[in-house]
T-cell receptor, first 111, second 112 residues
Framework: GQQLNQSPQSMFIQEGEDVSMNCTSSSIFNTWLWYKQEPGEGPVLLIALYKAGELTSNGRLTAQFGITRKDSFLNISASIPSDVGIYFCAGRPGANSKLTFGKGITLSVRP | ETGVTQSPTHLIKTRGQQVTLRCSSQSGHNTVSWYQQALGQGPQFIFQYYREEENGRGNFPPRFSGLQFPNYSSELNVNALELDDSALYLC???????????FGSGTRLTVV
């Protein structure tokens, strides 16, 4: 099935560092969502974006809805060990449409 | 408020068997979706229900079927199980179709 493009597959950073992830699509989305998934759990919603150009923060996390509506970015500042997990982007073209997910980026944080 | 709960958490079935997975939506949420997540992949959309009617379906064969009940809880049924059906099955609910979805912890299905 269709998936959004997330790369690299894995990222390794030092505690305290900032990290950026991006997500791209060949088609336009009207909603972008960022989720985090930990082992044995379902994805947890971090940030939802509903408008092109929108910049939204949730604590140390900031995400942006790209102007072209074909991409989104997630930034994590001052990383801590509990930021470890898999980060998924998801997009939806319309209100009644399905969510399309990326393959996820596995983040590791070295203490 | 309670979140999305799924049962069972783990299940082992034999190829050719049928399985029913259950989901209780977050209180007040009238939209529920089901996703299949294979190992190392992102969730893939199976179908969505809004007020007991299916209103969206992904690229899954008809042996994947579902129901949503008046209390907005939901079931996913899979007939004639195949080995490739082994995956984490996630249920997600939302208050409206525009909102972000709240996911359950999933049911890990293994087909042997």
């Amino acid at each position: 099935g269709q998936q959004l493009n997330q790369s690299p597959q894995s990222m390794f950073i030092q505690e305290g560092e900032d990290v950026s992830m991006n997500c791209t699509s060949s088609s336009i989305f009207n909603t972008w969502l960022w989720y985090k998934q930990e082992p044995g759990e379902g994805p947890v919603l971090l940030i939802a974006l509903y408008k092109a150009g929108e910049l939204t923060s949730n604590g140390r996390l900031t995400a942006q809805f790209g102007i072209t509506r074909k991409d989104s970015f997630l930034n994590i500042s001052a990383s801590i060990p509990s930021d470890v997990g898999i980060y998924f982007c998801a997009g939806r073209p319309g209100a009644n449409s399905k969510l399309t997910f990326g393959k996820g980026i596995t983040l590791s944080v070295r203490p | 408020e309670t979140g999305v709960t799924q049962s069972p958490t783990h299940l082992i079935k034999t190829r050719g068997q049928q399985v029913t997975l259950r989901c209780s939506s977050q209180s007040g949420h009238n939209t529920v979706s089901w996703y299949q997540q294979a190992l190392g992949q992102g969730p893939q959309f199976i179908f969505q229900y809004y007020r007991e009617e299916e209103n969206g379906r992904g690229n899954f064969p008809p042996r994947f079927s579902g129901l949503q009940f008046p209390n907005y809880s939901s079931e996913l049924n899979v007939n004639a199980l195949e080995l490739d059906d082994s995956a984490l099955y996630l249920c997600a609910s939302s208050l409206g179709q525009r909102d972000g979805y709240t996911f359950g912890s999933g049911t890990r299905l293994t087909v042997v």
